[in-house]
Protein backbone atom coordinates (compact mmCIF):
# COMPACT_ATOMS: atom_id res chain seq x y z
CA UNK A 1 0.00 0.00 0.00
CA UNK A 2 1.48 3.56 -0.83
CA UNK A 3 0.03 6.96 -1.94
CA UNK A 4 0.61 8.02 -5.38
CA UNK A 5 0.89 11.48 -6.73
CA UNK A 6 -3.19 12.03 -6.94
CA UNK A 7 -3.17 11.21 -2.99
CA UNK A 8 -4.52 8.04 -3.14
CA UNK A 9 -3.92 4.64 -1.15
CA UNK A 10 -2.51 1.15 -2.69
CA UNK A 11 -4.62 -0.85 -5.12
CA UNK A 12 -8.23 -0.17 -4.08
CA UNK A 13 -7.77 3.65 -5.11
CA UNK A 14 -11.29 4.29 -5.71
CA UNK A 15 -12.83 3.16 -2.17
CA UNK A 16 -10.96 5.63 -0.06
CA UNK A 17 -8.37 8.45 -0.41
CA UNK A 18 -6.69 11.23 2.05
CA UNK A 19 -9.23 13.56 3.27
CA UNK A 20 -8.16 17.47 1.92
CA UNK A 21 -5.27 19.10 4.32
CA UNK A 22 -5.95 21.64 6.45
CA UNK A 23 -7.85 25.26 5.39
CA UNK A 24 -8.95 23.10 2.54
CA UNK A 25 -13.22 23.16 2.29
CA UNK A 26 -15.33 20.02 3.01
CA UNK A 27 -18.49 19.27 1.31
CA UNK A 28 -17.43 19.00 -1.96
CA UNK A 29 -18.32 16.40 -4.24
CA UNK A 30 -15.18 14.61 -5.55
CA UNK A 31 -15.03 12.36 -8.25
CA UNK A 32 -13.10 9.53 -8.38
CA UNK A 33 -11.11 8.17 -11.13
CA UNK A 34 -11.49 4.67 -11.39
CA UNK A 35 -15.27 4.58 -10.10
CA UNK A 36 -18.12 4.52 -11.95
CA UNK A 37 -19.36 7.75 -12.95
CA UNK A 38 -22.78 7.94 -10.71
CA UNK A 39 -20.68 7.57 -7.66
CA UNK A 40 -20.16 10.06 -5.22
CA UNK A 41 -18.12 10.30 -2.24
CA UNK A 42 -19.75 10.60 1.19
CA UNK A 43 -19.38 14.17 3.01
CA UNK A 44 -19.93 15.27 6.49
CA UNK A 45 -22.37 17.86 5.19
CA UNK A 46 -25.36 17.51 3.18
CA UNK A 47 -25.39 20.70 1.99
CA UNK A 48 -23.60 21.85 -1.18
CA UNK A 49 -22.22 24.65 1.23
CA UNK A 50 -18.58 24.36 2.37
CA UNK A 51 -17.53 24.76 5.93
CA UNK A 52 -14.72 23.92 7.86
CA UNK A 53 -12.69 21.13 8.95
CA UNK A 54 -13.53 19.59 12.20
CA UNK A 55 -10.83 20.07 14.11
CA UNK A 56 -9.34 18.08 17.55
CA UNK A 57 -9.19 21.08 19.98
CA UNK A 58 -7.08 23.80 18.00
CA UNK A 59 -5.19 21.84 15.68
CA UNK A 60 -5.24 18.34 14.00
CA UNK A 61 -2.19 15.66 14.65
CA UNK A 62 -0.68 15.32 11.77
CA UNK A 63 -0.48 11.59 12.26
CA UNK A 64 -4.37 11.37 12.08
CA UNK A 65 -5.60 10.50 8.86
CA UNK A 66 -9.09 11.12 7.88
CA UNK A 67 -10.29 9.18 4.79
CA UNK A 68 -13.80 9.19 2.57
CA UNK A 69 -15.35 6.06 1.52
CA UNK A 70 -17.15 5.79 -1.18
CA UNK A 71 -20.02 3.41 -0.56
CA UNK A 72 -21.29 3.29 -4.06
CA UNK A 73 -17.86 1.66 -5.29
CA UNK A 74 -17.52 -0.39 -1.93
CA UNK A 75 -21.20 -2.05 -2.62
CA UNK A 76 -20.80 -2.85 -6.36
CA UNK A 77 -17.28 -4.50 -5.07
CA UNK A 78 -20.39 -7.08 -2.51
CA UNK A 79 -22.17 -7.48 -5.07
CA UNK A 80 -20.26 -8.89 -7.66
CA UNK A 81 -18.96 -11.70 -5.08
CA UNK A 82 -20.98 -14.58 -5.70
CA UNK A 83 -19.81 -15.96 -2.19
CA UNK A 84 -22.03 -12.80 -0.65
CA UNK A 85 -24.88 -14.17 -2.67
CA UNK A 86 -24.59 -17.31 -1.75
CA UNK A 87 -24.67 -16.07 2.10
CA UNK A 88 -27.51 -14.21 1.42
CA UNK A 89 -29.79 -16.41 0.20
CA UNK A 90 -32.89 -16.96 2.32
CA UNK A 91 -33.70 -20.27 0.81
CA UNK A 92 -30.53 -21.93 0.42
CA UNK A 93 -30.26 -20.99 4.58
CA UNK A 94 -33.78 -22.65 4.68
CA UNK A 95 -32.75 -25.55 2.21
CA UNK A 96 -29.43 -26.58 5.02
CA UNK A 97 -31.40 -26.17 7.94
CA UNK A 98 -33.86 -28.64 6.99
CA UNK A 99 -31.75 -31.25 6.76
CA UNK A 100 -29.99 -30.40 10.54
CA UNK A 101 -31.74 -29.89 13.86
CA UNK A 102 -29.10 -28.07 15.01
CA UNK A 103 -27.48 -27.54 19.02
CA UNK A 104 -29.60 -25.83 21.43
CA UNK A 105 -28.50 -23.25 23.91
CA UNK A 106 -27.95 -26.23 26.65
CA UNK A 107 -26.16 -28.63 23.93
CA UNK A 108 -23.62 -25.79 22.92
CA UNK A 109 -22.92 -25.40 26.37
CA UNK A 110 -22.03 -28.71 27.16
CA UNK A 111 -20.19 -28.99 24.02
CA UNK A 112 -18.19 -25.90 25.08
CA UNK A 113 -17.44 -27.76 28.52
CA UNK A 114 -16.02 -30.64 26.66
CA UNK A 115 -14.05 -29.00 24.33
CA UNK A 116 -12.45 -27.11 27.59
CA UNK A 117 -11.52 -30.17 29.29
CA UNK A 118 -8.12 -30.39 30.48
CA UNK A 119 -7.42 -34.12 31.94
CA UNK A 120 -3.61 -34.38 33.29
CA UNK A 121 -2.67 -37.55 33.01
CA UNK A 122 -0.17 -37.33 36.04
CA UNK A 123 -2.97 -36.49 38.37
CA UNK A 124 -5.81 -38.71 38.12
CA UNK A 125 -7.11 -38.27 41.69
CA UNK A 126 -7.65 -34.65 42.20
CA UNK A 127 -7.08 -32.28 39.19
CA UNK A 128 -9.24 -34.80 36.63
CA UNK A 129 -12.56 -34.88 39.10
CA UNK A 130 -12.07 -31.23 39.92
CA UNK A 131 -12.26 -30.60 36.06
CA UNK A 132 -15.53 -32.38 35.72
CA UNK A 133 -17.38 -29.84 37.97
CA UNK A 134 -18.69 -27.74 35.67
CA UNK A 135 -20.26 -30.97 33.38
CA UNK A 136 -21.80 -32.03 36.77
CA UNK A 137 -24.34 -29.91 36.68
CA UNK A 138 -24.84 -29.47 32.96
CA UNK A 139 -24.96 -33.21 31.83
CA UNK A 140 -27.53 -34.41 33.78
CA UNK A 141 -29.91 -31.35 32.43
CA UNK A 142 -28.93 -32.08 29.07
CA UNK A 143 -30.06 -35.82 29.20
CA UNK A 144 -33.07 -35.35 30.89
CA UNK A 145 -34.29 -32.85 27.86
CA UNK A 146 -32.57 -34.84 25.23
CA UNK A 147 -32.64 -38.33 26.81
CA UNK A 148 -29.68 -40.60 26.22
CA UNK A 149 -30.56 -41.71 22.17
CA UNK A 150 -29.54 -38.10 21.59
CA UNK A 151 -25.83 -39.11 22.46
CA UNK A 152 -24.85 -39.95 18.90
CA UNK A 153 -25.24 -36.60 17.65
CA UNK A 154 -22.86 -35.53 19.40
CA UNK A 155 -19.01 -34.87 17.54
CA UNK A 156 -16.77 -37.44 17.64
CA UNK A 157 -13.98 -35.09 19.53
CA UNK A 158 -15.89 -34.85 22.70
CA UNK A 159 -16.91 -38.66 23.10
CA UNK A 160 -13.67 -38.97 24.69
CA UNK A 161 -13.83 -36.59 27.45
CA UNK A 162 -17.49 -37.81 28.21
CA UNK A 163 -16.60 -41.64 28.77
CA UNK A 164 -13.59 -40.16 30.69
CA UNK A 165 -16.67 -38.40 33.38
CA UNK A 166 -18.12 -41.83 33.37
CA UNK A 167 -15.36 -43.44 34.55
CA UNK A 168 -14.84 -41.00 37.04
CA UNK A 169 -18.34 -41.11 38.46
CA UNK A 170 -19.50 -43.98 37.50
CA UNK A 171 -22.38 -43.46 35.25
CA UNK A 172 -23.77 -46.26 34.36
CA UNK A 173 -26.57 -44.55 31.96
CA UNK A 174 -23.83 -42.62 29.57
CA UNK A 175 -21.78 -46.18 29.80
CA UNK A 176 -24.95 -47.99 28.36
CA UNK A 177 -25.80 -45.77 25.72
CA UNK A 178 -21.90 -45.57 24.55
CA UNK A 179 -22.05 -49.17 24.55
CA UNK A 180 -25.64 -49.64 23.23
CA UNK A 181 -24.74 -47.14 20.22
CA UNK A 182 -20.96 -49.04 19.24
CA UNK A 183 -19.66 -45.25 20.32
CA UNK A 184 -17.65 -46.88 23.00
CA UNK A 185 -13.93 -46.23 22.11
CA UNK A 186 -11.19 -46.97 25.12
CA UNK A 187 -8.08 -46.00 25.87
CA UNK A 188 -5.64 -46.42 28.18
CA UNK A 189 -6.45 -43.00 30.36
CA UNK A 190 -10.08 -44.40 30.37
CA UNK A 191 -9.00 -47.84 31.93
CA UNK A 192 -6.11 -45.80 34.72
CA UNK A 193 -9.55 -43.74 35.89
CA UNK A 194 -11.55 -46.70 35.91
CA UNK A 195 -9.07 -48.27 38.27
CA UNK A 196 -8.02 -44.77 40.33
CA UNK A 197 -11.86 -44.47 41.26
CA UNK A 198 -12.76 -47.78 41.81
CA UNK A 199 -16.35 -47.94 40.37
CA UNK A 200 -16.42 -52.04 40.35
CA UNK A 201 -19.64 -52.28 39.22
CA UNK A 202 -18.41 -49.84 35.59
CA UNK A 203 -15.80 -52.69 35.81
CA UNK A 204 -18.06 -55.45 36.09
CA UNK A 205 -20.17 -54.15 32.98
CA UNK A 206 -17.50 -53.71 30.61
CA UNK A 207 -16.32 -56.76 31.38
CA UNK A 208 -19.61 -58.53 30.39
CA UNK A 209 -19.80 -56.05 27.63
CA UNK A 210 -16.76 -58.02 26.13
CA UNK A 211 -14.76 -54.92 26.43
CA UNK A 212 -11.18 -55.57 26.58
CA UNK A 213 -7.99 -53.06 28.26
CA UNK A 214 -5.20 -53.80 30.26
CA UNK A 215 -6.15 -55.08 33.31
CA UNK A 216 -2.59 -54.77 34.94
CA UNK A 217 -3.30 -50.96 34.80
CA UNK A 218 -6.73 -51.17 36.02
CA UNK A 219 -5.00 -53.12 39.29
CA UNK A 220 -1.88 -51.00 40.04
CA UNK A 221 -4.71 -48.11 40.07
CA UNK A 222 -6.84 -49.72 42.18
CA UNK A 223 -3.82 -50.45 44.36
CA UNK A 224 -2.38 -47.05 44.18
CA UNK A 225 -6.34 -45.76 45.08
CA UNK A 226 -6.66 -48.35 47.82
CA UNK A 227 -9.32 -50.05 46.04
CA UNK A 228 -9.33 -53.02 47.49
CA UNK A 229 -12.53 -54.80 46.37
CA UNK A 230 -11.56 -54.14 42.86
CA UNK A 231 -8.32 -55.43 43.38
CA UNK A 232 -9.33 -58.32 44.96
CA UNK A 233 -11.54 -58.93 42.12
CA UNK A 234 -9.09 -58.78 39.68
CA UNK A 235 -6.88 -61.25 40.64
CA UNK A 236 -10.09 -63.76 41.52
CA UNK A 237 -11.11 -62.85 37.02
CA UNK A 238 -7.04 -64.41 36.66
CA UNK A 239 -5.15 -60.95 37.04
CA UNK A 240 -1.70 -61.31 39.18
CA UNK A 241 -1.61 -59.63 41.95
CA UNK A 242 2.99 -58.95 42.46
CA UNK A 243 5.10 -56.89 44.69
CA UNK A 244 4.82 -54.56 42.78
CA UNK A 245 1.15 -53.99 43.78
CA UNK A 246 2.72 -54.80 47.58
CA UNK A 247 5.41 -51.81 46.92
CA UNK A 248 2.66 -49.31 45.24
CA UNK A 249 0.50 -50.08 48.13
CA UNK A 250 2.96 -49.36 50.64
CA UNK A 251 4.02 -46.23 48.90
CA UNK A 252 0.80 -44.52 48.96
CA UNK A 253 -0.25 -45.76 52.31
CA UNK A 254 -3.04 -48.25 51.58
CA UNK A 255 -2.79 -50.76 54.07
CA UNK A 256 -5.41 -52.84 53.66
CA UNK A 257 -4.35 -53.20 50.04
CA UNK A 258 -0.77 -53.67 51.31
CA UNK A 259 -2.12 -56.83 53.84
CA UNK A 260 -3.67 -58.54 51.06
CA UNK A 261 -0.97 -58.46 48.52
CA UNK A 262 1.63 -59.74 51.23
CA UNK A 263 -1.26 -62.56 51.93
CA UNK A 264 -1.48 -63.19 47.96
CA UNK A 265 1.86 -62.29 46.25
CA UNK A 266 4.68 -65.14 45.61
CA UNK A 267 6.67 -63.70 43.14
CA UNK A 268 9.12 -63.12 45.97
CA UNK A 269 10.69 -59.61 44.64
CA UNK A 270 11.11 -56.80 47.12
CA UNK A 271 11.99 -53.14 46.96
CA UNK A 272 14.06 -52.49 50.31
CA UNK A 273 14.16 -48.82 49.49
CA UNK A 274 10.18 -48.64 50.23
CA UNK A 275 10.48 -48.70 53.88
CA UNK A 276 12.10 -45.16 53.74
CA UNK A 277 9.51 -43.68 51.27
CA UNK A 278 7.00 -44.73 53.25
CA UNK A 279 8.74 -43.11 56.59
CA UNK A 280 8.99 -40.20 54.11
CA UNK A 281 5.39 -39.81 53.52
CA UNK A 282 4.30 -40.41 57.08
CA UNK A 283 2.72 -43.89 56.62
CA UNK A 284 3.16 -44.87 60.19
CA UNK A 285 0.77 -48.11 59.67
CA UNK A 286 2.87 -49.27 56.49
CA UNK A 287 6.04 -48.40 58.85
CA UNK A 288 4.90 -50.82 61.59
CA UNK A 289 3.65 -53.66 58.88
CA UNK A 290 7.04 -53.51 57.32
CA UNK A 291 8.57 -54.08 60.97
CA UNK A 292 6.24 -56.65 62.10
CA UNK A 293 6.88 -58.87 59.06
CA UNK A 294 10.30 -57.82 59.15
CA UNK A 295 10.76 -56.75 55.61
CA UNK A 296 14.26 -55.17 54.28
CA UNK A 297 15.06 -52.03 54.17
CA UNK A 298 15.32 -50.76 57.63
CA UNK A 299 18.22 -48.20 58.13
CA UNK A 300 19.47 -44.87 60.38
CA UNK A 301 18.23 -43.33 56.89
CA UNK A 302 15.17 -44.54 58.16
CA UNK A 303 14.80 -42.17 60.84
CA UNK A 304 16.33 -39.42 58.97
CA UNK A 305 13.93 -39.10 56.64
CA UNK A 306 10.80 -39.21 58.72
CA UNK A 307 12.68 -36.58 61.13
CA UNK A 308 13.64 -34.12 58.40
CA UNK A 309 9.34 -34.83 56.92
CA UNK A 310 8.31 -33.94 60.53
CA UNK A 311 6.30 -37.44 61.77
CA UNK A 312 6.99 -37.60 64.47
CA UNK A 313 5.03 -40.63 65.45
CA UNK A 314 6.97 -42.72 63.04
CA UNK A 315 10.41 -41.43 64.94
CA UNK A 316 9.22 -42.00 67.71
CA UNK A 317 7.80 -45.70 66.97
CA UNK A 318 11.69 -46.22 65.41
CA UNK A 319 12.89 -44.92 68.61
CA UNK A 320 10.78 -47.29 70.80
CA UNK A 321 11.02 -50.74 68.40
CA UNK A 322 13.99 -50.39 66.22
CA UNK A 323 18.01 -50.31 66.92
CA UNK A 324 18.49 -48.73 63.35
CA UNK A 325 19.11 -45.17 65.37
CA UNK A 326 19.56 -42.42 63.37
CA UNK A 327 22.51 -39.81 62.44
CA UNK A 328 22.89 -36.03 62.70
CA UNK A 329 21.05 -35.67 59.26
CA UNK A 330 18.01 -36.40 61.57
CA UNK A 331 18.28 -33.24 63.65
CA UNK A 332 19.63 -31.30 60.79
CA UNK A 333 16.56 -32.03 58.68
CA UNK A 334 14.13 -31.25 61.67
CA UNK A 335 15.75 -28.24 62.59
CA UNK A 336 15.69 -27.33 58.34
CA UNK A 337 12.38 -27.42 57.94
CA UNK A 338 11.16 -26.44 61.60
CA UNK A 339 9.86 -29.25 63.04
CA UNK A 340 10.00 -28.32 66.86
CA UNK A 341 8.54 -31.40 68.46
CA UNK A 342 10.70 -33.61 66.46
CA UNK A 343 13.55 -31.11 67.17
CA UNK A 344 12.67 -31.41 71.36
CA UNK A 345 12.61 -34.77 70.61
CA UNK A 346 15.59 -35.77 69.06
CA UNK A 347 17.08 -33.46 71.68
CA UNK A 348 15.84 -35.98 74.61
CA UNK A 349 16.41 -39.14 73.55
CA UNK A 350 18.37 -39.75 70.65
CA UNK A 351 22.15 -38.66 71.48
CA UNK A 352 23.53 -39.77 67.84
CA UNK A 353 21.44 -36.73 66.22
CA UNK A 354 22.86 -34.27 68.44
CA UNK A 355 25.55 -31.79 66.32
CA UNK A 356 27.15 -28.52 66.73
CA UNK A 357 25.89 -27.18 63.92
CA UNK A 358 21.90 -27.23 64.27
CA UNK A 359 21.80 -23.49 65.55
CA UNK A 360 23.53 -22.24 62.78
CA UNK A 361 20.99 -24.08 60.19
CA UNK A 362 18.03 -22.86 62.01
CA UNK A 363 19.45 -19.08 61.25
CA UNK A 364 20.12 -19.64 58.16
CA UNK A 365 17.09 -20.98 57.31
CA UNK A 366 14.88 -18.32 59.52
CA UNK A 367 13.61 -20.88 62.29
CA UNK A 368 13.26 -18.74 65.24
CA UNK A 369 11.15 -21.12 67.26
CA UNK A 370 13.86 -23.46 66.76
CA UNK A 371 16.82 -21.33 67.85
CA UNK A 372 14.56 -20.05 70.90
CA UNK A 373 14.68 -23.60 71.80
CA UNK A 374 18.08 -23.84 71.74
CA UNK A 375 18.91 -21.01 73.30
CA UNK A 376 16.27 -21.69 76.62
CA UNK A 377 17.90 -24.93 76.82
CA UNK A 378 21.38 -24.02 76.91
CA UNK A 379 20.25 -21.60 79.42
CA UNK A 380 18.81 -24.40 81.36
CA UNK A 381 21.95 -26.86 81.01
CA UNK A 382 24.50 -24.00 82.63
CA UNK A 383 22.25 -23.15 85.26
CA UNK A 384 21.56 -27.10 85.99
CA UNK A 385 25.83 -26.65 85.78
CA UNK A 386 26.06 -24.37 88.55
CA UNK A 387 23.60 -25.96 90.69
CA UNK A 388 25.17 -28.90 89.85
CA UNK A 389 28.96 -27.71 90.82
CA UNK A 390 27.37 -26.67 94.06
CA UNK A 391 26.01 -29.48 95.26
CA UNK A 392 29.26 -31.01 94.21
CA UNK A 393 31.11 -28.81 96.50
CA UNK A 394 28.70 -29.41 99.79
CA UNK A 395 28.82 -33.11 99.10
CA UNK A 396 32.63 -32.89 99.62
CA UNK A 397 32.69 -30.65 102.49
CA UNK A 398 29.70 -32.72 104.29
CA UNK A 399 30.45 -36.14 104.23
CA UNK A 400 26.79 -36.59 105.63
CA UNK A 401 25.07 -35.55 102.43
CA UNK A 402 26.74 -37.78 100.16
CA UNK A 403 24.12 -40.74 100.24
CA UNK A 404 21.49 -37.95 99.36
CA UNK A 405 23.33 -37.22 96.41
CA UNK A 406 24.05 -40.26 93.36
CA UNK A 407 25.07 -37.88 90.50
CA UNK A 408 23.76 -36.59 87.12
CA UNK A 409 20.53 -39.05 86.49
CA UNK A 410 19.21 -37.27 82.84
CA UNK A 411 20.76 -35.80 79.89
CA UNK A 412 20.10 -32.23 80.67
CA UNK A 413 21.88 -32.30 84.28
CA UNK A 414 25.09 -33.98 82.21
CA UNK A 415 25.52 -31.53 79.84
Request: glycine share 6%; proline share 4%; charged share 20%.
Amino acid sequence: MHLDSSGWRGSNAHLCRRAPPCGRTWGQKHRSRDSHPSSELVTPSSSSTSTTMPRFGSTLPAQVEILEIDIAALDNLLRTDTTTHVLRSRDLVRAITAYQTGCDEISVTLLAILRRLYLPRYDLHDSVPEAFVPLRHVLPWWLAKHAADLLQRLPIDVRAPLLCYAMVHGHMCLLETLVATDQLQMDELHWDLLGRHGHLKVLQFLLAAGVSGPLHLVLENAAVAGHLSMVAYLHDIGVPVTSETLILACVFGRIEVAQYAHDVANDGIWDPETVDCAARRGHLNIVRFLHQFDYDGFSSSTMDVAAEHGHLEVVRFLHEHRFDGCSAAAMLGAVRYGHLEVVMFLDLHRPDAATDNAVVVAMQHGQEHVIAYFQEERKLKKRFSRIQKKVAVLVRSNDSMRHLYHGPKTKLCSA
